[in-house]
């Protein structure tokens, strides 16, 4: 426990623990889809960017509270992936992901160059930590404090997430996942069933967005872009695809992976590239490690 | 009361120039065993697919239960009645067995029930689950993946998981291919059970023999046509029949 509490205490784990959080709903939400559902959405860090501009501009330009800002950037993330789902969805798995990328590249372009909205590359500035009526008001100034907030929408989320888990409608969506019409011919609804995980982990991933606008308090579009997606597919990949708590620990351990780098005093310049170096190679490994199991196998009828 | 239960009229159905289905006709009664058989590549996949749902024909019509499905979504067709067996197996085999029949006994569920099942509606599934594996010895085996299983255990798992789901009419293709001779007899036992329910069965085979002991009429498909559709016993002594299967050994050898 004081081991616990040393850590706690230290700034900088405090800042990991925190960032293991976001990762964590990015990347278990992500899981439902891709790991349950096998439907590849490589637009989940747009949502991810959606969830994090709404918070941020309802926040700053229009001062909102952090409840009306949580659960718009939840909802418009949802409608974002519905959008996707509707236009989408009829893409069989290869097409689809580039569908869906094609979708992320359209909301990092509007990031750019909507400026009076986004205001662009120099992104926004000054988004202030939550304040709610039921506590103090610099409660959330203090990284611990807001760890705790951080956490708490986590088990939230992550409770709802085991419940679905093992749901009937998670057996049903892995069913079709692994043989569509197989799934057809006892009377599943394929393409609800795909929408519904796509929602379902948009939401939640705008959630995320949320919580890092408020946690990081500039946000500009280069948080949002393919590398993050490339983490949140390593996470998901590492952890075994499907598998809950795998997904929990791959979170925390690639979050954690590099910091044993820091003892060697290596400049920014080098330990940025030599993060993603590695991340790469791992995912680059595992997916080579895994090449005939990732996807199910096409069955002819 | 209206004998027929499942009408195909006139169904065609072509992939770019190739055609498939060139107006296939035929009248099941409700409860009756038809059996279906013509060469490979004749159509016989390509009439399920239709009857299903995951063809769509270019011209004919498909009357179920007194209801035109030609447009209906393959889901909803199968929530109507229609069951698929498939030829390369349809079993779920990252699922466990188990899986495999309570997904089946889910789906009609509404989307609430999905996300929260009652626990004693749970507890009742896995029940039912364990009552209709038994039937074909697999309940010892209900937590295993379904990919472990053989070829016969599949076929029958898939059959029964379609019987729990509800089907009335089963659309069965090629249930014995890849099954051991003694598994076969396994299959034709659950088929003649469907029968004592009264279910309606359409099953593709290759082999006559094995047929023609359950099966009230046989269609022999050839070039996507219905060529013969008769008795078994009168398909079987037919000429015609020989010339179909044998057609191309016959001109070699003349
Ligand atoms: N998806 C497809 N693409 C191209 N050709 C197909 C396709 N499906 C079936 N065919 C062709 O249609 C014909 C009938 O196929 P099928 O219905 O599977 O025959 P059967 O089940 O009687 O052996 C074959 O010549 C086959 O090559
Ligand atoms: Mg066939």
Partial sequence: MSFLQALLTNEYYIHLVILICIYALLAQSFNLTFGLGKSFNLAHIASYAIGAY???????????????????SLVLSGVFALTIAIIAIRLSEDYFAIGTLAFSALITALLVNWKSLTRGVLGIPGIPRPEFSFFESQTFYDNFNFLGLAATVLIVVELLLLGIFSSPY??????????????????????????????LASAIAGLAGSLFAYYINYIDPSSFSLTEMVFIITIVVLGRPGSFWGVNGAAAFLVLLPEPLRQFDLPPSILGPMRQLIYALILFGVVFLNRNKLWPRLRRI | MNPTFLQISDLEFSIGEASILNGISCQVPRGETVGIIG???????????????????????IIFDATDITAVSPHTRALHGLGRVF?????????????????????RDSLIRKFFPARSHR???????????????????SSHKAGSLS????????????????AEVFLLDEPTAGVSPRMKEDVAGLIA?????????????????????FCQRILVLDGGRVVMDGPPDTVRSDR???????????????
């Fill in chain 2, 39 to 61: 060469p490979n590549g004749s159509g016989k996949t390509t009439l399920f697919n239709c009857i299903s749902g995951f063809n769509l024909p270019s011209r004919g019509r």
């Fill in chain 2, 87 to 107: 030829q390369n197996s349809g079993v779920f085999r990252e699922l466990s067995v188990e899986e495999n029949m309570l997904t089946a006994l889910e789906s």
């Fill in chain 1, 54 to 72: 709404t918070t941020a501009i309802l926040a700053v330009d229009q001062s909102r509270s952090p409840l009306p800002c949580m659960f718009w």
């Fill in chain 2, 240 to 254: 015609r029949l020989q010339e179909i299967y044998f057609g191309n050994k016959t001109q070699s050898e003349s």
């Fill in chain 2, 151 to 166: 070829g016969g255990q599949l076929r029958l798992l898939e059959i029964v998981r379609t019987l729990a789901f509800g």
């Fill in chain 2, 123 to 141: 507890a009742q599934r896995r029940q039912l689950a364990r009552e209709f594996l038994s039937e074909i010895n697999l309940d010892a085996k």
């Fill in chain 2, 193 to 213: 059970k469907l029968q004592q329910r009264g279910k309606t069965i359409l099953v593709i085979e290759h082999d006559i023999n094995f047929i023609q002991k």
């Fill in chain 1, 170 to 199: 998670a057996r049903a969506l892995r069913a079709q996942a692994e043989f569509e019409q197989g799934a057809l011919a006892i009377g599943h609804n394929a393409r609800v069933l795909r929408t519904i995980s796509f929602v």
